[in-house]
C-alpha cells in the first residue's frame, strides 16, 4: 500500500508513518520542516494548500492519505479559538481540495477526537452518540468531520474519521502523562495536578492506535467505494482515572512523593470518557496492550534519554 501522511513530523503522523514503513508499506510524508524528522524514504516539505498537496498526490499518486496536521490542544483553542480553526478545519478543506484538483482519489483518513462527544450522557459511548462538544477544539474537529463529509457526498470521496481518545506515547511531550511524569521525575516531593484526580479517561497507547487505523486503512481501501463516509471510535475502551494513572506511574518512578489535586476543573475538559469500540472489533481483531504497559515503555524510554 503506498499511503501518504501530511504532518509525518508529528506525534500522531509520524507514529503511523513510522509503523507502516516498518511493515513494509510505501510511505511518503510531508510537513513544514525541511526534513522529515521520521528517517522516510520519503518526504516532502510543503505548506498544506490545496495547490502544494494537488500536486504531491499527482507524484506519489497514493492507496491512503492519513491527514495528521491540525491543532492538537484544548488550552491553546481557549487561548486563540481562530487559529485552532484554521490549523483543523480550513487546513483540513485545504488537503481535501487538494485530493480534489489531483484528480486522483485516494481513501483519506481524519484523525479526529472523542472532544466531539464533550460530556457524553452515557458510556461507553459509540460512533451514533451526540455530537456535543465543549470546547472550541472539540467543535473544530466536529466542523473538519462535516467538511470530510462534504466531500464525500459531494465529489465522491472515500473517508474515514477515526475519532481517537486519549492517546500517550513516548514522543508525545505535554499533555497528562508527560506532566506527571516530569513533576515525579523532578526536585519536588510533592506532584501536584490541576483536577480532582476522579476525572477519567479511555487511554490507548499510540503504537496501538497505529496498528489500529493502519488496520483499518488496508481494508477500507480494499473495500473502498465512491462516496463512502464512515466514523470509527479508536481507544481501548477501557475508562481508568487520572488518579489511577498517578498511582501507576508513582509506584515506578517515584514511590515516595505523594501527588495531590487543586480540584480545578479546566474549561473545555470532559468529566468522564470511555469509548464503546464494538464496530472497531467487528472490522479487526483488537486486543490493545494494558495502560500500565504503555507507561512502563514511555518511563523507559524518557529515563533512557535523560
Given at each position: 500500500?503506498k ?11 509520524g507514529?503511523?508513518a ?15 520542516s ?6 522516510l ?9 490545496a495547490?502544494?498537496?494537488a ?36 487546513t483540513?478543506?485545504?488537503v481535501?481540495e ?55 457526498e ?15 506515547g513516548a ?5 497528562l502523562?508527560?506532566?506527571l ?20 479517561r ?7 492506535a ?11 481501501a ?13 481507544g481501548?475502551?477501557i475508562?481508568?482515572s487520572v488518579?489511577q ?5 508513582q ?16 474549561g ?5 470518557w470511555?469509548?464503546d469500540?464494538?464496530?472497531l472489533r ?25
Open positions: 500500500m499511503l501518504l501522511v501530511t504532518g509525518s513530523s508529528g506525534f500522531i503522523g507514529s503511523l513510522r509503523y507502516a514503513a516498518s511493515v513494509g508499506h510505501q510511505v511518503m510524508g510531508t510537513g513544514r525541511p526534513q522529515s524528522g521520521n528517517e524514504p520519503e518526504y516532502a516539505q510543503a505548506d498544506v494548500t495547490a502544494n498537496l500536486e504531491i498526490v499527482r507524484r506519489f499518486a497514493p492507496d491512503v492519505l492519513f491527514h495528521a496536521v491540525g491543532a492538537a490542544s484544548v488550552g491553546a483553542s481557549l487561548t486563540d479559538p481562530l487559529a485552532d480553526l484554521h490549523a483543523a478545519a480550513v483540513c478543506a485545504n481535501l487538494g485530493v480534489r484538483r489531483s484528480g486522483l482519489n485516494p481513501r483519506v483518513i481524519l484523525p479526529s477526537s472523542a472532544a466531539v462527544y464533550g460530556n457524553p450522557t452515557k458510556l461507553p459511548v459509540n460512533e451514533e452518540g451526540q455530537v456535543k462538544p465543549i470546547s472550541p477544539y472539540g467543535f473544530h474537529k466536529a466542523a473538519s468531520e462535516m467538511i470530510c463529509r462534504e466531500y464525500s459531494c465529489f465522491g470521496f472515500d473517508i474515514l474519521v477515526c475519532r481517537l481518545f486519549s492517546i500517550f514522543a508525545q511531550r505535554r499533555l502523562i508527560w506532566e511524569y516530569e513533576q515525579l521525575a523532578g526536585p519536588n516531593q510533592t506532584v501536584w495536578l490541576g483536577g480532582t484526580g476522579s476525572e477519567t479511555d487511554f490507548l497507547h499510540v503504537d496501538d497505529a496498528v489500529a487505523i493502519l488496520k483499518l486503512a488496508e481494508e477500507e480494499e473495500a473502498g467505494k465512491a462516496g463512502r463516509f464512515r466514523i470509527v471510535n479508536v481501548s475502551g475508562e481508568m488518579s494513572v498517578g498511582q501507576i506511574m509506584a515506578i518512578v517515584a514511590p515516595r512523593k505523594e501527588i495531590r489535586y487543586r480540584g480545578i476543573t479546566r473545555g475538559d470532559p468529566l468522564r470511555r469509548a469500540v464494538a464496530l467487528s472490522l479487526m481483531p483488537w486486543k490493545p496492550k494494558p495502560v500500565k504497559d504503555g507507561l512502563l515503555e514511555c518511563i523507559a524510554a524518557w529515563q533512557g534519554s535523560g
